[in-house]
Antibody
Framework: EAQLLESGGGLIQPGGSLRLSCAAS????????MAWVRQAPGKGLKWIAG????????YYAESVKGRFSISRDNSKNTVSLEINNLRAEDTALYYC???????????????WGQGTKVVVSS | SYVLTQTPSVSVAPEETARITCEGN??????IHWYQQKPGQAPVLVVH???VRPSGIPERFSGVNSGNTATLIIKKVEAGDEADYYC???????????FGEGTTLTVL
């Protein structure tokens, strides 16, 4: 059974940095693009970053370009999201998600983790 | 930026059919995916590639995509279908995914 488990969230002061991780299991990790999606309290889903199976191609929402960095380690079946210069508006539940089809980047997200909570506050 | 517009809320009686719409410019040219999210839970994919149901999703869920509007159709609605529903597309012109703002389905 495919599973994703996020970690790394917490309470961070504005201006700080954070690295979120997502551990994958139950599928051939290197064949699947992965994505991060966040959800601010009481708000909708917002895609923020994606990475293809090899890790050579990355994609970002316009609103986070320059502050967010997605990467993956296929030897450890993990995908990470580094967030710099954290702002109050980055407060959200951050989900890791798996693209359904092998070898493509633009498919649906068929597996989601339970999310890791990030709170940015002084 | 590709904008997807969803009606904030839809209410239907049990056993009726719910139609949740997602509007976007020439959305019929894109593959649309739909997610269900219940309170306190992660989203679940209910329809992908316009009208394909993942394994385990009831046949009551289906989708259509035409013109500027995609629609998630839920037949014979049950109390357990109460949730937020989100549409999603990939825009190849900017290599980005976009979600709609979500629709809250209430079963009366």
């Amino acid at each position: 059974e495919a599973q994703l488990l996020e970690s790394g969230g917490g309470l961070i002061q504005p201006g700080g940095s954070l690295r979120l991780s997502c551990a994958a299991s139950g599928f051939v990790f290197s064949s699947r693009a992965m994505a991060w999606v966040r959800q601010a309290p009481g708000k909708g889903l917002k895609w923020i970053a994606g990475i293809n199976g090899s890790g050579h191609s990355t994609y970002y929402a316009e609103s986070v370009k320059g502050r967010f960095s997605i990467s993956r380690d296929n030897s450890k079946n993990t995908v990470s999201l580094e967030i710099n210069n954290l702002r109050a508006e980055d407060t959200a539940l951050y989900y890791c998600a798996k693209v359904a089809l092998a070898g493509v980047t633009d498919g649906a997200f068929d597996i989601w983790g339970q999310g890791t909570k990030v709170v940015v506050s002084s | 930026s590709y904008v997807l517009t969803q009606t904030p809320s839809v209410s239907v009686a049990p056993e009726e059919t719910a139609r949740i719409t997602c509007e976007g410019n020439k959305i019929e040219d894109k593959m649309i995916h739909w997610y269900q999210q219940k309170p306190g839970q992660a989203p679940v994919l209910v329809v992908h590639d316009n009208n394909v149901r993942p394994s385990g999703i009831p046949e009551r869920f289906s989708g259509v995509n035409s013109g500027n509007t995609a629609t998630l159709i839920i037949k014979k609605v049950e109390a357990g279908d109460e949730a937020d529903y989100y549409c999603q597309v990939w825009d190849f012109t900017v290599d980005s995914w976009f979600f709609g703002e979500g629709t809250t389905l209430t079963v009366l």
